[in-house]
């Protein structure tokens, strides 16, 4: 038979419970062995303890489950408070149970029933596991009656089994996390402001959920707090009800996961739905919690617990998983498992960390009908946004990386992060617009992989394509871009997109091509001192790509920067500047003469590939322009194809210090003119007005071929 803890209390209304006065965390204990008829033991009232209303324990039998009783009348309710905190372990005089074993475990042939009485409703209860082990839940959960929101809190760990059942309509908060030290009068203070301090000073643990435990009747007017250190597990199982399955955590339940992240909960009603979320406060040093207060609980600085990973294992494909109200913290990574499906990410869904934010299931920016995924225009913000500081005052930028089993479904894709990586799908709905794609990395490198799809939406039939990419990884030197995904195309007749790319470093493995009148931009880094030393960088086009647009300009508004930007380009397959039907198309390589940034030169120009253009322009070239397989500085010419029908005009302003090697093999008719090399300098002698003197330029004995 199973056993049930019955604890009856009348309470005032409380809609979101506040913790105190965690247990000082301890080692983690080797795993202890739970019964299967094992309840919550050697626990006391802590916390609104009610002297004038006597708690009565039955002993557990065979046949008989724990009975525990507390009845107040509802004036003394009303004067005393509304949440109930009671600790179990580590209690001197315990009066709930006390010949139990010390913790709050539930066996998985056990259940423990939280009631309160009927004339006072929604009180919350905090349970605070004490006894240095970790808690686990195997088996049957549930509030009753008057009962809010139940909390477990312990600061060694908790586990929710694979055969747990959970049933918490007012919401249920799984808390790994430290508040010790916070006094009675602060709690008393606290509890009326509906928020909860959450701290993970010397936690150890983590919230494990398992694949397999139900928690469909938490409740959509509740919420799910899962909050811990180190490992942050959510798992669950499916259900079915009429016919229909989904997922245990109801799709409308205000979802909050929490990786380490110091800071403060709060669970409020919207119009709609119960909205709660964590507001991270760790941007100084972390405070002792003895100094925490009702006063300073928004301005107190929280300790982060950093390198925590949380692992979603959400949905599936036949049964995704809303996200409608799911919010994701963490002081580290967040993986989403392989198989797991997310679906209106859109709505109310934030994600956070300062680590990795791995993809390897779905994540569904529109509205997915079980296994049918329709193509979206919802917009996709991967945006690690900077509200976690990691108890620093600079905030923390968090990368993506969309593995090669993820998939991304969005209208718009805009990811803002240290770094981002696709080695997945990345599908793009139009419905005639065109969408873009923006990546900004701040400080690692970006990889455009896998494979960028634009599909129609549902009764849209005309042409699909990117309207503009940006991929931009400027923000220190040495970052890189690197595009070896299915050929891209930015644009449509009649509706020209654009490419840019802002880097130190490109490889351009794969085809892109802007249709519709509109240009591809390189805007090399250079640091943000007009006067500093150049930054060196290079741009590769591989063999059997092509980069095609109306023009092409590397370099032709300066680097990113204020300062000078040095970059090589090794050209192996074929640059195309298709132009429009009354101006040729132009290539431009390096700065204008005057450079409206910094300046933008060209080292060498080398490689088996080719040029089309019809203006080809050479601006503050440093190096040679050749295909040097020999060694010899005038050998192997660069390949250079006139327009069908036209010629190709050709400038080059060689500004190097050493010796230079211009040699072009021209397929076709062209021009060439020297820009603004000078091949001879003169100067004024001193003392004689009258006669010019000539000097060597500093690139003498270079070779135009």
């Given at each position: ?7 009856r ?11 105190i006065a ?6 983690f204990a080797a ?5 299967p ?7 006391a009232?802590t916390?609104n ?9 039955t ?9 525990q009783?507390?009845?107040l ?10 949440a ?11 009066t ?12 998985a042939q056990?259940?423990v ?7 006072v ?18 088996g049957?959960?549930s509030a ?7 909390f ?18 007012g919401?249920?908060g799984?808390?790994n ?8 009068g ?21 919230v494990t ?7 469909s009747s ?24 009429g ?8 799709n409308?339940?205000s ?6 992240v ?5 669970a ?6 119960v909205?709660a979320k964590v507001?991270?406060q ?16 928004t ?5 982060d617990?950093?390198?925590t ?6 949905g599936i494909?036949?049964s995704?998983?809303?996200a409608?109200?799911?919010s ?8 989403l ?6 679906t ?7 994600f956070n ?5 791995t ?6 920016y ?15 913000e ?8 990691a ?19 969005a ?8 770094s ?5 799908t ?12 923006n990546?900004y990395?701040t ?6 992989g896998?494979t960028v ?9 005309g ?14 030197a040495g970052?890189?871009?690197?595009v070896?995904t ?13 490419a840019?790319?802002?880097?130190t ?6 085809s ?29 086009l ?16 300066g ?12 050209i192996n ?24 940034r910094?300046k ?16 080809l ?23 250079v194809?006139?327009p ?7 400038s080059?302003s ?13 397929n076709?008719?062209a021009?060439?003119?020297s820009?603004?090399?000078n ?6 002698p ?9 000097l ?9 071929v």
């Amino acid at each position: 038979m199973k056993q049930k803890h019955s604890i009856r209390f009348a309470a005032k209304p409380l809609t979101t419970a506040i913790l105190i006065a965690l247990a000082s965390p301890a080692a983690f204990a080797a795993t202890p062995t739970i019964t299967p008829s094992q309840v919550p033991g050697q626990g006391a009232i802590t916390y609104n303890t009610y002297p004038s209303a006597p708690i009565t324990v039955t002993a557990a039998s065979p046949t008989a489950p724990i009975t525990q009783q507390w009845n107040l009348s509802a004036a003394t309710a009303q004067t005393q408070g509304a949440a109930v905190v009671i600790q179990w372990g580590g209690n001197s005089n315990p009066t709930l149970n006390a010949n139990g074993t010390a913790g709050f475990n539930i066996g998985a042939q056990a259940g423990v029933e939280i009631h309160g009485s009927a004339n006072v409703s929604y009180a919350s209860v905090l349970n605070i596991d004490a006894s240095g082990n970790p808690s686990f839940i195997l088996g049957q959960l549930s509030a009753a009656g008057s009962v809010g929101a139940i909390f477990v809190a312990n600061a060694n760990g908790i586990v929710v089994g694979s055969s747990a059942v959970i049933t918490t309509p007012g919401g249920l908060g799984l808390v790994n996390a430290n508040l010790t030290g916070i006094s009675s009068g602060a709690f008393a203070a606290l509890q009326t402001s509906g928020r909860l301090p959450l701290d993970f000073q010397g936690v150890t643990g983590g919230v494990t959920i398992e694949p397999g435990a139900d928690l469909s009747s938490i409740g959509t007017d509740g919420f799910l707090l899962v909050a811990g250190a180190n490992n942050v597990n959510v798992g669950g199982a499916f259900v079915s009800s009429g016919g229909v399955t989904s997922y245990s955590i109801p799709n409308d339940t205000s979802v909050v996961v929490d990786g380490g992240v110091g800071g403060v909960f709060s669970a409020v009603p919207s119009s709609s739905m119960v909205v709660a979320k964590v507001t991270p406060q760790d941007s100084g040093p972390a405070q002792p919690l003895s100094a925490l207060s009702a006063g300073n609980l928004t301005t107190f600085s929280y300790q982060d617990a950093p390198g925590t990973t949380v692992a979603l294992n959400l949905g599936i494909t036949t049964s995704p998983y809303s996200a409608t109200n799911l919010s994701v913290l963490a002081d580290g990574n967040i993986n989403l498992a392989s198989g797991g499906d997310l679906t209106q990410v859109a709505n109310y869904s934030t994600f956070n960390w300062t680590g990795m934010l791995t993809n390897n299931g779905v994540m569904d920016y529109g509205d997915q009908t079980g296994s049918t995924l329709i193509p979206t225009t919802a917009y996709a913000e991967i945006y690690a946004n900077g509200t976690i500081y990691a108890n620093t005052t600079t905030a923390q930028y968090g990368g993506f990386d969309n593995a090669a089993s993820g998939l991304v479904n969005a209208g718009f894709i805009y990811a803002y992060g240290s770094s981002f990586s696709n080695a997945g799908t990345l599908q793009m709905g139009d419905i005639g617009g065109h969408p873009y794609l923006n990546v900004y990395a701040t400080q690692g490198n970006i990889t455009l992989g896998g494979t960028v799809d634009v599909v129609a939406v549902p009764g849209y039939t005309g042409p699909t394509a990117l309207g503009h990419l940006d991929l931009i990884a400027a923000s220190t030197a040495g970052q890189s871009v690197t595009v070896n995904t299915t050929p891209l195309n930015m644009g449509t007749a009649g509706a020209g997109g654009y490419a840019k790319i802002d880097a130190t470093n490109v490889t351009v493995d794969s085809s892109l091509t802007v249709s519709g009148g509109g240009d591809f931009y390189f805007y090399p880094y250079g640091v943000d001192n007009i006067s500093a030393a150049p930054v060196s960088g290079s741009f590769v086009l591989a063999s059997g790509a092509t980069l095609s647009a109306t023009n092409l300009y590397f370099g032709s508004s300066g680097a990113a920067n204020a300062g000078p930007a040095y970059t090589s380009y090794q050209i192996n397959g074929s640059m195309v500047a298709t132009g429009t039907p009354s101006t040729p198309g132009e290539v431009l390589l390096g700065d204008y003469p005057v450079p409206i940034r910094g300046k933008a030169s060209v080292f060498n120009v080398s490689g088996a590939g080719s040029i089309t253009a019809g203006t080809l322009t050479f601006t503050n070239l440093l190096g040679s322009v050749n295909n040097i397989t020999t060694g010899q500085i005038l050998a192997n010419g660069f390949q250079v194809n006139a327009p069908t029908g036209g010629e190709v005009n050709i400038s080059v302003s060689a500004d190097g210090s050493a010796p230079q090697g211009f040699n072009l093999k021209v397929n076709g008719n062209a021009a060439i003119s020297s820009g603004d090399t000078n091949a001879v300098l003169t100067q004024t002698p001193a003392g004689n007005g009258t006669y010019a003197q000539y000097l060597m330029p500093a690139n003498a004995n270079s070779n135009l071929v």
